[in-house]
């Protein structure tokens, strides 16, 4: 089944703004009605103020608030988190009379944006669904959206939107009402699966927002589709997978084998090696099963989030190897002239734990054995140099000039093996 799609003729721009601080439309003195979306990646719940008085209380992620009435000459939108009075967004806007307004909220932890959209739009025709796609998922970058059958492949799929850039498009396209499977990828690459869901179900005359929002690794997203004047049904549309990969750093040569469910994640892995990300279920207890030359290693149950991203780390000495489970954040930098950096510290042997500096200023200190740094924000370069100490000299000092840091890259800088003589590897992660 493929998704019959007529492209609308003129953009909505009335009936959606994008809004980061001023608002837009008329300057009536009557009254329009807002409400509030969470399409956040960090916060468990969200509140609403309008002028102060609180509207929308504890709005959890993927659901949406009941509308309010707010001042079409002028009103302040509050959004903070559930039973705290610190504002995380704050902004005056102007607003239609006896118009309708969806506040959107998205993006992660400590970095929360607002979108606003107007749901005022004429219903679609009989069968049809008029639909927009709202890409507030930031870290994510350009992406193509897919409406297909439950069993189609991408291979010959047309999508419905393509390189749809981070924002609210203002274009709305006529569906065919029905029952779909949704697939996000990157803009370009259908291999580059960030979300596939099935039953997203769009109605005859439906007017809708489908809306991506961030994943808690930065990379996945999550779907929440907004009825105009409706229901949002960001539970239904909720990405199940997480990303994993494997570093396997056993000294010796030591091969790795590892799986997580029912889904392999390396096989054979001669150390040292930084394996890619594969997707694997998202789970509150996931079965992992990891061997080292053949023989299991007892591993816990592990918590990987939906749309989280995360590092296997396979290490220690072939007689003794562990595994570690690091949470990445694949997120950019939030300040665009700069890079961010990390250190992992996967050496066995000798028990020690490393410094990294960028041009001499610390930027990771102390990171134990099976241990990653948090990423630290360093200044875009193509000079800089990079050096690597423990307290008790070994392993050994490393240098290494000159490193380029390109704005808004991620960055790792892995220490693998044993410390008497360890493998550097220093990459661009994204």
């Not at 209380?57 to 949406?64: F, Q, T, W």
């Not at 596939?196 to 005859?204: A, E, H, M, N, R």
């Not at 990379?219 to 539970?235: F, K």
């Not at 990079?386 to 960055?411: E, H, I, M, Q, R």
Request: aromatic share 4%; proline share 4%; charged share 10%.
């Amino acid at each position: 089944m493929r998704a019959l799609i007529r492209w609308a003729g003129t953009a909505l721009v009335v009936g959606v703004t994008l809004l980061s601080g001023c608002g837009s439309g008329s300057s009536s003195s009557g009254n329009a009605s807002v409400r509030l979306l969470n399409a956040t990646a960090g916060y468990k719940s969200l509140d609403l103020a309008l002028d102060t008085v609180a509207t929308n209380k504890a709005v959890l992620p993927g659901a949406v608030g009941s509308y309010a009435s707010a001042s079409s000459s002028g009103v302040s939108t509050v959004v903070t988190a559930t039973d705290s009075t610190a504002a995380l967004s704050t902004a005056t806007r102007t607003l239609n009379k006896d118009a309708h307004y969806t506040l959107i909220a998205y993006g992660s932890s400590g970095a929360l944006k607002t979108a606003l959209i107007q749901e005022d739009v004429a219903a679609a025709a009989a069968n049809v669904t008029s639909l927009q796609v709202a890409n507030l998922a930031p870290d994510a970058g350009a992406v193509d959206v897919y409406l297909t059958g439950s069993t189609d492949t991408l291979d010959s799929a047309t999508a419905m939107a393509s390189n749809v850039n981070v924002g609210v498009s203002g274009f709305y396209t006529s569906v065919t009402s029905g029952t779909y499977r949704l697939r996000v990828t990157g803009a370009g690459l259908k291999s580059d699966l960030r979300l596939d869901v099935q039953g997203l179900v769009l109605s005859s005359t439906q007017v809708a927002t489908l809306v991506l929002a961030e994943g808690a690794g930065g990379v996945l997203v999550n779907g929440v589709l907004v009825v105009q004047q409706g229901a949002a049904s960001g539970a239904t549309l909720a990405n199940n997978q997480a990303r994993l990969r494997v570093i396997s750093a056993v000294t010796n040569g030591s091969t790795v084998t590892a799986s997580v469910g029912n889904t392999p994640v390396a096989t054979g892995v001669t150390s040292p090696n930084i394996g890619g990300y594969i997707q694997v279920p998202a789970s509150s207890g996931a079965p992992v099963v990891v061997s080292v030359n053949n023989v299991q290693v007892p591993v816990a149950n592990q918590l990987l989030l939906n749309a989280g991203d995360y590092t296997m780390l396979v290490w220690g000495s072939a007689a003794a190897p562990q595994v570690t489970l690091l949470a990445d954040d694949n997120r950019f930098p939030t300040v665009s002239g700069n890079a961010n950096i990390r250190m992992i510290n996967a050496t066995s042997g000798a028990s020690t734990s490393l410094t990294l500096k960028v041009d001499f200023s610390v930027v990771a200190q102390s990171v134990g054995q099976g241990q990653a740094s948090s990423y630290t924000n360093v200044p875009a370069s193509t000079t800089s140099r990079l050096d690597v100490t423990s307290a008790t000299g070994t392993p050994p000092p490393y240098s290494a000039t000159p490193v380029p840091f390109a704005a808004k890259g991620l960055y790792t800088m892995y220490i693998l093996g044993d410390s008497g003589a360890p493998l550097q590897d220093f990459r661009k992660e994204r």
